[in-house]
């Protein structure tokens, strides 16, 4: 069955350091990968998507993720956080090939991230 | 703006009481999902609509009902809420529902049923 794990509930980077936020899935076949943030009381907005290409994927508010096959990761990362970074990230996986023909995400249980000044 | 709403951002409600939230979006998707969202467990599919007049279920689907009269409208039907419903609603769409598309999300209905 399809899934998606962060391995961790919260992460704490000090403001100006990199951060990087862990994604691991298991689907059969190629996957499509997502990133999406939650800021507090706000509903959830798309950062980036890899869906085929290039490993490194660029997307909103500075943030990439690399596409690691062999390790079957996806993980977010941010060459410098800001304390505005602090939220909730998911990390969502869609199957390309599903058997009823739902394209549904399949999400992470969430990272909380918070960025300390 | 495009944009995808719901109604009431807010809702504490009493066991038994039927309740709609309604979801609108002002993008022409064909694609329109809900999703609850419990701390630890992510965000699971309710009810999904590939178009109008086409609906189907997703992961957890037991106590809720929808409807898909008109391409901007997906609302979500509790006909007999329990306390185990209590959760933060999102409704969600895309532009076809296939597997490269992005979702956009609605701000998010915090009901509470006690």
Redesign the interface.
Known sequence: AQS?AQPE?QVNVAEGNPLTVKCTYSVSGNP?L?W?VQYP??????LL?Y?TGDNLVKGSYGFEAEFNKSQTSFHLKKPSALVSDSALY?C?V???MPM?S????I????TKLIIKP | EAQ?TQNPRYLITVTGKKLTVTCSQNMNHEYM?WYRQDP??????IY?SMNVEVT?K??VPEGYKVSRKEKRNFPLILESPSPNQTSLY?C?SSLV????????????TRLTVL
């Open positions: 998606v509930d499509y997502f999406y009381n706000r509903g959830l907005q798309f998507k869906i998911f969502a869609r199957d390309p009823d739902n394209y549904q995400l999400w992470g249980a969430g | 995808v999902s630890g467990l992510g965000l699971r599919q999904y189907d997703g992961d999102f969600a529902g296939g597997p490269a598309d992005t979702q956009y999300f609605g701000p998010g």
